[in-house]
C-alpha cells in the first residue's frame, strides 16, 4: 500500500493586483493565503503520516522566487522531514530552474532535472515505488519529453509519472509539453501527476490521471474549492480524494431581491453573506436579481456597496463583496396594451394615419413590409418594451 498527497501550482508570492478599497486585514489574507493553504497541506500530510508529497510544478510564481517564498518552503519541509515524509518536486513554466538559483532544500526533498529521471523509494508498509518526472530548464516554453519517460513493463512495484504539460484538448493558450492520453497510457503507469491546468480535472480513472488544480484561487477566472489530492492504494488500483485547504475562496452568486428600497438591499446581501460565512473567507461577485420594474438611483447603490464592505473589516471569516450587478425582473402585471380598447386598436382610420407618414417616406418604405398583415397587439407591446429600455438607459 501507498499513502501521497499530489499537488501543483503553488503559486507562491502570485502578485495580486493592488485593491485599495480593501482593509488592511483582508488584504494581507490575500497576499499570505498561498502560503496559509500549503501549511495546511503539510499539516494534512503529518497528521495523516503519508509516505510522501508530489509537487507537480510551479511552487514559485516566477524565477526570481523570494526569499520570503524559500524560507517558508524550507521550513515546511523541515516539519515533514523530522516525520520521515519526502518530498518530490518537479518545476514548471514559471519556476524553471535556471544557473542561478542556489536553494539548498531538506535531505527528505529531491527536485527532478532537466532530464527525466526517475527516483525510487519505499513507502512505510515496504511497497517500492518509482516516480518519473523532469523539471523545466531556463526557457519556461518548453519541448515535449513524453517520450523520454521509460516504460514499466515488466518492472515490479508503483509506478507514478509527474508531468507538468498541457492536455491536448484543454481549452488554454499556455501549452507547455503537450500530450495526449495515449501518450502516458503507454508507459503502463498506476498514476499520472499532472500540473499546470488550474482546474482540478480526472482525465482518467484506469489508470488515475490527474490535475489537482492550483492550491489558492487568486481572481474570479479561480472560482471555488482549491487544494490537493490524497492518493491511496496498491499496484493494482490507486484511488484519489480532493481535500479543499484555500485560504480564501473566490464565488459568484445570484440573489433573488423583492425590495428596492437601500435598506432592503443592504438586508439580503447581508443575509446572504451570513449563510456562507460558516464555509470561510471568502470574494464573491454578486447578480441581484431586483424584483421591480424601477431602476435603483445610482447614488443608493453607491452607499449599499460602501456599506456592505464597511461591514467585513471586523469579521474573521470575512465575506467580501467586489461587485455586484443589478438585473431588473420586470412583471408585466399591467402591460400597456390592456389600456387600449378593442375598438381602438381595430379602428383602420386611427391606424393608418400613424402608418401613413412612415410609409410615404421613399427612403424607409422600401425595408418595410406590408402594414396591413401587421399585428397591431404585438406592435403595442413592443413599443412597451422599447420605451422601457429607453428609460433604463440600455
Known amino acids: 500500500m501507498v499513502k501521497f498527497i499530489h499537488c501543483a501550482d503553488l503559486h507562491l508570492d502570485s502578485p495580486f493586483k493592488s485593491r485599495s478599497y480593501l482593509s488592511q486585514s483582508i488584504f494581507e489574507d490575500m497576499q499570505n493565503s498561498a502560503y496559509e493553504s500549503f501549511r495546511k497541506i503539510v499539516d494534512y500530510a503529518l497528521n495523516e503520516t503519508v509516505d510522501f508529497i508530489v509537487i507537480a510544478g ?25 516525520e520521515q515524509i519526502f518530498v518530490y518536486i518537479c518545476h514548471g513554466n514559471h519556476d524553471p530552474l535556471s544557473s542561478n538559483i542556489g536553494t539548498e532544500w531538506p535531505g527528505n526533498v529531491s527536485v527532478f532535472s532537466e532530464n527525466v529521471e526517475t527516483y525510487q523509494t519505499i513507502t512505510k508498509n515496504g511497497e517500492e515505488v518509482f516516480l518519473h518526472g523532469f523539471s523545466y530548464q531556463n526557457d519556461a516554453s518548453y519541448e515535449n519529453k513524453i517520450d523520454a519517460y521509460p516504460t514499466s513493463q515488466g518492472q515490479k512495484g508503483i509506478h507514478i509519472g509527474i508531468l507538468h504539460g498541457t492536455y491536448s484538448k484543454t481549452n488554454t493558450s499556455d501549452r507547455y509539453t503537450e500530450f495526449i492520453l495515449e501518450d502516458l497510457n503507454s508507459k503502463l503507469y498506476q498514476y499520472w501527476a499532472l500540473g499546470h491546468i488550474h482546474e482540478r480535472q480526472e482525465l482518467s480513472d484506469m489508470p488515475q490521471i490527474q490535475y ?50 437601500k435598506q432592503g438591499l443592504y438586508e439580503a446581501i447581508q443575509s446572504f453573506k451570513d449563510s456562507v460565512r460558516n464555509q470561510g473567507k471568502s470574494i464573491y461577485r454578486l447578480m441581484l436579481n431586483v424584483n421591480s420594474d424601477t431602476p435603483i438611483p445610482t447614488q ?13 473589516r471586523n469579521e474573521h471569516n470575512f465575506v467580501f463583496v467586489e461587485d455586484f450587478k443589478v438585473n431588473y425582473n420586470y412583471e408585466e402585471k399591467h402591460p400597456l396594451v390592456n389600456e387600449f380598447s378593442t375598438e381602438l386598436i381595430d379602428d383602420n382610420t386611427v391606424f393608418e394615419k400613424a402608418m401613413s407618414d412612415l410609409y410615404l417616406s421613399p427612403k424607409a418604405s422600401k425595408y418595410l413590409d406590408n402594414y396591413t398583415e401587421f399585428d397591431r397587439r404585438s406592435l403595442v407591446e413592443h413599443a412597451e418594451n422599447l420605451l422601457k429600455t429607453d428609460m433604463r438607459g440600455e
Do not use: C, W
Open 58 to 82: 510551479d511552487l514559485f510564481d516566477n524565477e526570481n522566487r523570494t526569499l520570503r517564498a524559500e524560507v517558508f518552503l524550507k521550513e515546511q519541509f523541515e516539519r515533514l522531514e523530522k
Open 212 to 261: 489537482p488544480g492550483n492550491i489558492q484561487g487568486r481572481h474570479f477566472k479561480e472560482l471555488g474549492e482549491k487544494g490537493f489530492l490524497l492518493v491511496e492504494g496498491d499496484n493494482v488500483k490507486l484511488d484519489s480524494k480532493f481535500i479543499p485547504t484555500q485560504f480564501i475562496r473566490f464565488e459568484e452568486a445570484t440573489i433573488d431581491i423583492d425590495k428596492t428600497s
Open 300 to 312: 443608493d447603490l453607491v452607499q449599499v456597496k460602501e456599506m456592505i464592505t464597511d461591514y467585513e
